[in-house]
Every structure is written in C-alpha cells, then in structure tokens.
C-alpha cells in the first residue's frame, strides 16, 4: 500500500494541472458533452454558461470567510499555546498523523468547517515534530473531511428535512424525511464503520517511510530554510509613542464592546436553534467573535486576517467557473440525460450503486453537494419511487458518491490548501495522489456494502 501511495502521488503531481487549470478543462469538457448528449447550440451552451457562473457569488464569499476567520482564530496565540502543549504530547509523525484524523474526523462530523482550524492544527503540529511527511500530512487533512456525508451538516439529507422543500413542491416525496432514516439511521452507522476502518487502514498503510528533506517543514525551520516570524506588531508598537487614533485602534474596550454582544448572541442562538442552526452563517460569525477575542486588539486582529486574504485568490477566481459548469449541467438538461442513462440499467438490488455512481460522476463536474443534488435529485427520486426503493436509503447512497470523488477532485482542496501554504509552497497535487489511493479503496469498499444491504 506505501508503495502504491508513493506511485500515485508521484503520477498526480506530475500530471494533475494547477486547480485553475483543471476547473478550465472541466468547463471545455462540459461544454463538448452538452453539444453530444443534448444537442445545445452555441446560444444555448453559452447562455447555460453564463446563467449559471453567478449562482455561487454568496457560496464564495462564505468560503473565502471561513478560510481568512478560521486562519485568523486557528494563529491566535491562545490556539499557539494549545499547539505548543500538543506538540509536548505529540512526538512522532505517526501521533501528528493520527492527531489530525481523529481531530479532523470528529470536527467534520460535527461541520465540514472546522476542517480550517484542522489545517491550522496540521501545519503547527508540522512546524515542530521532525520527519513528517507534509504532503501526505495534506492528504490527511483531506481524508479527515470524509465523516462530513455521515454528519450533521450533510447537505442531501437536511435539504430533505426542511419543510415545504422542492421536492415535496414537485411531488416527488410526500414528507419531509427525517434524520432517522438518513444520517441515524443503522445503513449510515454501518456505512461510516466501514469509512472509519477504510480511512485509518489505508492512511496508516500508506504513510511515508522516508522522507524527501523538502517536506519536513520542522527540520527545514531549524536549518533557518523557512522563517517563522514571532512576536506581533502591536507588541512592538507598544514600544512606540502613538497617536491618539493608534490608541483607539488598539484598544481592548473594542475587542470588550464586540465580543460581549456576540457571545451573548451565540448563546442565544445555539440554545434556540440546536444542531439545526450550524450553517456557514452562523459558523463564520462564531469564528470571526473568537477571533476577535483570542487576538485581543482589534489590529491585532485585523493583521491576522490580512495575512490569511492571501490564500482565498483561488476561491475567488475558480468558485464562478464551477458554477458556470453547474449551470450547463442544468440548464441544458445534461444532468437529467446523463442520470437517466445511468439508472436505466438498474434493479431493486443495484439501484442504490447506480445511484452513487451516478454521484460520483457528475461530482467530478458540480462539487457541491446541495447544489449538485438538487441537479440530479428529482431524477434518482423519480427512478427510486419507480422500483419503490427507500428515500432515505437512496438520499445516502447519492451522498456517498459525492464524498467519493471528492477525494480526486481538488476544489474543496482550495478549503484548507491556502492555510498550509502559509509554511510551504504546497498545492492539491502535492497530496492527491495519497487521497486518489483512498478514493479507489472507498469506492470498492461502500460499493460492496450498497450491493449486500
């Protein structure tokens, strides 16, 4: 298995163009595919194309927050604190490996999110133990995010939970479908054992014997290859005689001000909505308040967040291409065709794998798993009423197919790949060799599972 993740992880890196370049020849493959499979002409394919490249404007925004916020609260010197005592703890690259699947593991459980502050925790941890392998380190923060489809902010199943949804307004359910049937249910609990077994086996198996000086950023940092600046501005301009506005800036009473009004709304909020209230919204605000209130200074603050803004380019400029694809997709009605062809050779029993490799495939084009399940949902729900297969059931087994190749596809690299770079010069070819060994694992793996239960 080392030697399998070493082959792949050289090919990938070689082969795997820069994400920009890769979203580039997804849109040029998309657009040939519509002109075969739906006969679309010129106006059509371009317009489906435009149409579609606004539709993530308020997605991007998020996702450029939770990076800078969660880079921000994640280099706060309380989080530095809690990474020196870890780094007592944990000595060796097999505990830095293992400290990052489990901490990653049951955070994205939790909310996908938090994957942030894993990375942060990753590439601190990797400052300081020697002889960890910080590709593959990467590739464990990408095999981390995998019990999100088993957790509580999976977006299939809550879209499927909310009252009057667009498929009930279609007619194609007659209810809303409780968590009991999908992420509680005894199919997902028997599913994520499988996951859990699949990703610790595999990563553990796969974990790099030697390696390359260029990626032990700990020796590198002792060697002085790499600076690590200490200390904060405000710490040395308190050396400095300020102005009276330099003065307002750094005042705490600030910091006191906005952190006593979010707190308390935190609280409120949490105690009110539950589980049901972790969203992007209300996660990006909590981080932005502990941000603010593990910093100190409002500068002090805002410094943090100038240096994570450099790392969200990618997510400005390639989130808009992913969404013009997403609207060729539905737009010329190739989503529909592409999931019709698929589940046209279904039963009762191969339903279930049909429909996550129906997932699987067109993932590799719409990476969002709302967006993508309201593209190719009405169709797998029509076919599944058809053959009288269990909704919840079937709403899973499509989530397991968008989290398969998410593992080959490096948009929801541009997550946490932009906080590692902050140590290395590291992209999501670097690591995705390792997570393509795991994506291939995965899927043999739960399409047994599909088959037998």
Same mark, same amino acid.
């Given at each position: 298995?080392?030697?399998?993740?070493?082959?792949?992880?050289?090919?990938?890196?070689?082969? !795997?163009?820069?994400?920009?370049?890769?979203?580039?020849?997804?849109?040029?493959?998309?657009?040939?595919?519509?002109?075969?499979?739906? %006969?679309?002409?010129?106006?059509?394919?371009?317009?489906?194309?435009?149409?579609?490249?606004?539709?993530?404007?308020?997605?991007?925004?998020?996702?450029?927050?939770?990076?800078?916020?969660?880079?921000?609260?994640?280099?706060?010197?309380?989080?530095?604190?809690?990474?020196?005592?870890?780094?007592?703890?944990?000595?060796?690259?097999?505990?830095?490996?293992?400290?990052?699947?489990?901490?990653?593991?049951?955070?994205?459980?939790?909310?996908?999110?938090?994957?942030?502050?894993?990375?942060?925790?990753?590439?601190?941890?990797?400052?300081?133990?020697? %002889?960890?392998?910080?590709?593959?380190?990467?590739?464990?923060?990408?095999?981390?995010?995998?019990?999100?489809?088993?957790?509580?902010?999976?977006?299939?199943? !809550?879209?499927?939970?909310?009252?009057?949804?667009?498929?009930? +307004?279609?007619?194609?359910?007659?209810?809303?479908?409780?968590?009991? +049937?999908?992420?509680?249910?005894?199919?997902?609990?028997?599913? !994520?054992?499988?996951?859990?077994?699949?990703?610790?086996?595999?990563?553990?198996?796969?974990?790099?014997?030697?390696?390359?000086?260029?990626?032990?950023?700990?020796?590198?940092? +002792?060697?002085?290859?790499?600076?690590?600046?200490?200390?904060?501005?405000?710490?040395?301009?308190?050396?400095?005689?300020?102005?009276?506005?330099? %003065?307002?800036?750094?005042?705490?009473?600030?910091?006191?001000?906005?952190?006593?009004?979010?707190?308390?709304? $935190?609280?409120?909020?949490?105690?009110?909505?539950?589980?049901?209230?972790?969203?992007?919204?209300?996660?990006?605000?909590?981080?932005?308040?502990?941000? !603010?209130?593990?910093?100190?200074?409002?500068?002090?603050?805002?410094?943090?967040?100038?240096?994570?803004?450099?790392?969200?380019?990618?997510?400005?400029?390639?989130?808009?291409?992913?969404?013009?694809?997403?609207?060729?997709?539905?737009?010329?009605?190739?989503? %529909?065709? $592409?999931?019709?062809?698929?589940?046209?050779?279904?039963?009762?029993?191969?339903?279930?794998?049909?429909?996550?490799?129906?997932?699987?495939?067109?993932?590799?084009? $719409?990476?969002?798993?709302?967006?993508?399940?309201?593209?190719?949902?009405?169709?797998?729900?029509?076919?599944?009423?058809?053959?009288?297969?269990?909704?919840?059931?079937?709403?899973?087994?499509?989530?397991?197919?968008?989290?398969?190749?998410?593992?080959?596809?490096?948009?929801?690299?541009?997550?946490?790949?932009?906080?590692?770079?902050?140590?290395?010069?590291?992209?999501?070819?670097?690591?995705?060799?390792?997570?393509?060994?795991?994506?291939?694992?995965?899927?043999?793996?739960?399409?047994?599972?599909?088959?037998?239960?």
């Amino acid at each position: 298995m080392r030697k399998l993740g070493e082959f792949f992880a050289d090919k990938v890196r070689r082969w !795997l163009p820069d994400s920009f370049s890769f979203a580039i020849i997804l849109t040029f493959v998309s657009m040939i595919m519509a002109v075969i499979l739906t %006969k679309s002409g010129p106006s059509t394919l371009l317009g489906a194309w435009y149409k579609g490249f606004w539709i993530f404007l308020e997605f991007s925004m998020q996702m450029a927050l939770i990076v800078v916020l969660g880079y921000a609260m994640g280099t706060s010197p309380v989080f530095v604190r809690i990474f020196d005592w870890l780094a007592t703890k944990v000595k060796t690259p097999l505990g830095v490996y293992l400290t990052v699947l489990i901490v990653g593991g049951i955070t994205s459980y939790i909310y996908w999110g938090f994957t942030v502050a894993v990375a942060v925790l990753a590439m601190e941890l990797a400052r300081r133990v020697k %002889k960890v392998d910080y590709r593959f380190l990467g590739a464990c923060v990408y095999a981390s995010l995998m019990p999100t489809v088993f957790g509580l902010s999976v977006t299939a199943p !809550l879209l499927m939970n909310t009252p009057k949804n667009k498929f009930i +307004e279609l007619g194609l359910i007659d209810r809303t479908i409780p968590p009991s +049937e999908t992420i509680f249910s005894g199919y997902s609990f028997t599913m !994520l054992a499988v996951t859990i077994i699949v990703i610790f086996g595999t990563m553990l198996l796969m974990r790099p014997r030697e390696v390359d000086p260029k990626w032990d950023m700990a020796e590198r940092i +002792e060697k002085g290859e790499i600076k690590v600046l200490g200390g904060s501005a405000d710490e040395k301009a308190a050396l400095e005689e300020l102005l009276p506005a330099e %003065k307002i800036d750094r005042s705490i009473w600030l910091t006191i001000f906005t952190c006593f009004c979010g707190f308390i709304f $935190i609280i409120y909020y949490f105690a009110t909505s539950g589980s049901s209230g972790i969203n992007l919204n209300s996660i990006n605000f909590t981080f932005l308040i502990f941000g !603010l209130a593990f910093w100190g200074r409002p500068t002090a603050f805002a410094r943090a967040v100038l240096d994570g803004v450099r790392g969200v380019a990618a997510i400005i400029v390639q989130f808009p291409f992913y969404a013009g694809i997403m609207g060729i997709f539905m737009y010329t009605g190739m989503s %529909k065709v $592409i999931a019709d062809w698929l589940v046209s050779f279904s039963t009762a029993v191969t339903f279930p794998w049909f429909a996550f490799l129906t997932a699987c495939v067109v993932n590799m084009f $719409i990476p969002s798993a709302g967006g993508e399940w309201m593209v190719i949902g009405p169709t797998l729900l029509q076919a599944g009423k058809a053959i009288g297969f269990p909704v919840g059931k079937l709403v899973m087994a499509y989530s397991y197919g968008d989290m398969c190749t998410n593992l080959i596809q490096p948009f929801w690299t541009l997550v946490f790949v932009p906080v590692l770079c902050r140590l290395a010069d590291i992209r999501a070819r670097d690591l995705m060799g390792y997570t393509a060994v795991l994506c291939m694992v995965w899927f043999v793996a739960i399409s047994i599972v599909l088959l037998i239960l």
